[in-house]
């Protein structure tokens, strides 16, 4: 879901290091053991459409980026790209006016975005999460707290999401792409759901198609690659889904997810009890009631229905480990606020087992890196600290275990055979590095160069027809 750094995840991990690729057939094949994960993963890449993994097998130091790219990406189509940024990366402006909150600001404005520096103007982080919980007023129907506007901070060009992605975007620029003619990023309130709109900028679904049908016609008619990181790809799976078949088909030549978070994380049940500084990462008591407010904390959750008892969440020590099928009982527990009604709302209501991208699919993802999943508490309550010592980890990439990752693989089978469908491995590289991984680059930029494969008549679905179903439940 987000970008904090796990707590065994080394800082200072550089964008310097650059791995060279396995284009041998032989050595491009799904492997490695996970604990039972892997059998299940072996069965679901079985269908025709194979499973292509991009497999770093050595390293080397230096060098620009942008010479990854082969000459068949330099002289194909360049085709328009429209970006979705992760979790906590896109920058929200927020207003504030006659704030009664004791010893803070009662009026003003600031700018916050996850783990990166930006300007409170003089609202000290204890009272900006006040500010940033979310009211609801039941369904979908959800709010800002009295007094307090939101928007998005240069909605469209780079400079709304600037962390972490400047070498992704310093690369995007460097092979020819520009911002606001053939190349845009679609920030969004990664506080909210593709579903659920609280600020002044009106509905994200809406904005974001505007950029697409923008990028397709400033070039001329050429169809646009969707690519999104880490909560991102849930965005373009809404935005996909609640269009029609015939709009996908003019506008859209694929969708290259990076990371996507696709069936939750187990590490957001701990940040519902114990909070997190948007700041440092660290715990932050005072910021777990606004985190249990958020839609998209549910939304990110490891989903019960699919991880079912296969990790474990949460460690009451000497009462009860809490596995992803105990959620509702968690929540209860624990007395989190808010999450009785919304956890039903938001979790699973868009998985791979019940959406299709329906374009052509070229997605990443990272193994290899122990994984933050749960945490161990001797008191279970919201603002309780974990206990040093008593984390659980699965492997995954550092912020989102393999169990989140592998899920993709259901479309390998789902996906109709009309469209391109490949998911590729990168060993070693963490959740974040993986946006300036110069392997995933020169991937990508060879997909984005390169006119994908064609839809066959007798492929092309019905104008205005879907396959579909989001479950956007009204409570």
Not at 72 to 77: F, I, L, S, Y
Not at 273 to 292: I, K, R, T, V, Y
Not at 440 to 452: E, S
Request: hydrophobic share 35%.
């Amino acid at each position: 879901m987000n970008l904090r750094r796990s707590r065994l995840q080394p800082a200072g991990c550089g964008v310097a290091l650059v791995l060279l690729l396995c284009l041998a057939p032989a050595c491009c094949q799904v492997s490695g053991s996970r604990g039972g994960g892997a059998s299940d993963r072996r069965a679901l890449a079985s269908s025709e459409k194979p499973v292509t993994n991009l497999t770093a097998v050595g390293t080397v130091v230096g060098g620009s980026i942008a010479n990854a790219i082969d000459a068949v990406a330099r002289n194909g189509t360049r085709h328009p790209l429209v970006f979705w940024p992760a979790f906590g990366t896109s920058i929200v402006n927020v207003g504030v006016s006659n704030n009664s909150a004791a010893n803070c600001p009662s009026d003003g404005m600031f700018k916050v975005a996850y783990g990166q520096p930006t300007d409170l103007y003089g609202f000290p982080e204890r009272c900006i999460y006040p500010l940033l919980t979310i009211q609801h007023h039941g369904g979908l129907n959800f709010s800002n707290p009295v007094g307090v506007n939101s928007t998005i901070n240069g909605f469209g060009d780079p400079s709304c999401a600037p962390n972490p992605y400047a070498p992704t975007y310093a690369f995007i620029e460097g092979v020819g792409y520009t911002p606001g003619k053939d190349f845009f990023v679609a920030c969004y309130d990664w506080r909210t759901t593709p579903f659920t709109d609280v600020g002044s900028d009106g509905a994200h679904l809406q904005r974001a198609q505007s950029l697409v049908e923008q990028a397709y016609n400033n070039s001329n008619g050429t169809k646009v690659y969707l690519m999104a990181h880490s909560n991102g790809p849930l965005y373009v799976l809404a935005l996909l889904a609640s269009m029609s078949a015939q709009w996908r088909q003019t506008y859209v030549a694929g969708f290259i997810p990076i990371a996507g978070n696709w069936i939750g994380q187990g590490s957001l049940y701990s940040e519902l009890l114990s909070g997190q500084s948007l700041f440092d990462g660290s715990p932050n008591a005072a910021s777990a009631p606004a985190f249990a407010s958020w839609p998209s904390s549910y939304l990110s959750a490891s989903f019960p229905g699919q991880y079912n008892d296969s990790e474990t969440i949460i460690v009451h020590q000497g009462a009860k480990n809490y596995t992803p099928s105990d959620s509702s009982e968690l929540y209860t527990d624990a007395g989190i606020p808010y999450a009785a009604t919304l956890a039903p709302l938001f979790q699973g209501n868009m998985t791979p087992s019940n959406t299709s991208p329906d374009t052509n699919f070229y997605g990443f993802y990272g193994s290899g890196l122990p994984t933050l999943v749960g945490s161990t508490y001797s008191n279970l309550s919201v603002g309780a600290s974990f206990i040093d010592g008593g984390n659980i980890y699965l492997d995954g990439d550092g912020n989102q275990e393999y169990i989140d990752n592998l899920a993709a693989l259901e479309w390998n089978a789902k996906l109709s055979p009309c469209y391109h469908y490949e998911l590729n491995e990168i060993k070693g590289v963490e959740h974040v590095m993986l946006t300036s991984n110069p392997a995933v680059l020169q991937k990508i930029a060879n997909i984005m160069f390169t006119n994908p494969p064609g839809i066959s008549s007798q492929c092309a679905a019905t104008p205005g027809s879907s396959s579909n179903t989001i479950a956007t439940n009204s409570g």
